[in-house]
């Protein structure tokens, strides 16, 4: 048995706010555990110091499935971001202890590899089509074989998922959030032209992703699905907000475009109806937000059985612990899809020595017992937190939308 000996919540801001749980034992293994929310990363941090922490000294690390429950149920509050991501650091940090301990890369824990790789999706993005495009094609020259492609909106200051700089993106930029404007009319001209250039530029043989970033009704998101058809794109991501989840029956009813939902779901009861009823193609709860590997699993298993796939989120808020858990989780299940893959800087990497890597278009989380992820705490505290929000949406008339 090796008894949970201390654990601790560890602060960083390498470029971006991250927080990271580390639990040791009394035999000497420490692992690993993602708790960053962004925006809201304190809560976390809290919630574990001062509710979970206390909870956890003594038991037993390999008793993951019975810690889980316990955390679950036994805080009789249910589900939500922050306390699932609570659980989810505590879960990844037990699943690095016992791979550490089996000196086992995780993913053979987990079943083994079920393919060579992952493949991932890069982001390309511009201020125009052009820039956006000319960004895609030295994805595709890397080996990328999927790419998610945002370009600023003719007539918008700013719009989502577009940055100033060619490969990162950092979204969460200032300590109160910033204000923009949207106008979904602009929008919406905006985006055929956009797949159809690119067609035109980067061929077939590669997948090209879009987010719509919750920000449709239901049956503009219709329109836009049957807009794009003609250019297969491999997914339109969150088109309308999904706490309606009737919409996507309607957004069914008027396109074959591939759906991706779920990156801020944080339960298998968020995703289960639109599992179930086959409204979406691609499941994008992370292990981070969604209870760590062991909800996340429970998850994909669901999905499998209605054919629906894997496309966990993995923006630069995720830390690259979560990016090591993913590859392990991605590499060992069934019914993979894709994994989101915006890189991290160096700085942060610097902070995170990691083991898996990127080649040909795929990622390999390496094998290296556990999780195969580090944290350089002396670097890690040289980075103090910086209090930084996602920016809110209004439309033109002053009314506030979805970011
Ligand atoms: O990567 C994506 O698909 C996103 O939508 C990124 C989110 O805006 C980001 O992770 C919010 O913190
Ligand atoms: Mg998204």
Not at 16 to 37: C, H, M, Q, S, Y
Not at 318 to 327: D, G, I, K, N
Not at 380 to 401: F, M, S
Request: charged share 20%; glycine share 8%; net charge negative.
């Amino acid at each position: 048995m090796s008894r949970i000996a201390s654990a601790r919540v560890i602060v960083t801001s390498p470029g971006r706010n991250f927080v990271t749980l580390k639990i040791e034992t009394d035999d000497g293994l420490t692992g690993l555990g993602d708790a960053t929310l962004n925006g809201r990363e304190l809560a976390v941090a809290s919630y574990l110091s001062d509710h979970v922490i206390p909870c956890l000294i003594g038991r037993d690390a390999h008793r993951i499935e019975d810690l889980w429950q316990y955390l679950y149920r036994g805080a009789y509050w249910r589900r939500g971001p922050v306390t699932m991501t609570a659980i989810a650091a505590v879960d990844m940090a037990l699943w690095d202890i016992k791979g550490k301990a089996a000196g086992l890369p995780l993913y053979q824990l987990l079943g083994g590899a079920s393919r060579e790789g992952c493949m991932v999706y890069g982001h390309a993005n511009g201020a125009t089509i052009e820039e956006t495009i000319d960004n895609a094609l030295h994805y595709k020259e890397q080996g990328y074989r999927a790419i998610r492609l945002q370009a600023g909106v003719p007539g918008l200051a700013t719009t989502y998922g577009v940055s100033k700089d060619r490969y990162f993106y950092e979204p969460a930029d200032a300590d109160l959030p910033t204000e923009a404007v949207w106008s979904t009319e602009k929008y919406l001209r905006s985006v055929a032209p956009l797949f159809e250039k690119a067609r035109d530029a980067l061929g077939w043989d590669v997948h090209l992703l879009h987010d719509v970033h919750h920000r449709l009704t239901p049956i503009e998101a219709g329109r836009l699905g049957r807009d794009l058809e003609p250019f297969r794109p491999f997914w339109m991501e969150d088109p309308t907000p999904a706490e309606n989840q009737e919409a996507f029956r309607l957004i069914r009813q008027h396109t074959t475009t591939p759906i991706a939902v779920g990156e801020i779901f944080n339960s298998i009861w968020d995703a289960k109806d639109l599992i179930q009823n086959q409204l979406i193609d691609y499941i994008r709860a992370t292990v981070v937000h969604a209870g760590g590997l062991t909800h996340l699993r429970r998850i994909a298993a669901l999905a499998d059985l209605y054919q629906v796939r894997t496309g966990c989120h993995g923006a630069t808020d995720l830390s690259p612990v979560t990016m090591a858990a993913a590859l392990h989780f991605g590499l060992s299940i069934p019914n993979f899809g894709v994994q989101e893959y915006m890189r991290h800087t160096a700085e942060t990497d610097a902070v995170f020595p990691h083991a898996y890597s990127f080649a040909g278009g795929l990622m390999h989380p390496g094998d290296a017992p556990g999780l195969g992820i580090e944290i350089d705490e002396a670097l890690a505290a040289k980075h103090p937190y910086k209090r930084a929000y996602l920016p809110v949406n209004r439309l033109e008339d002053g009314t506030l939308w979805n970011w």
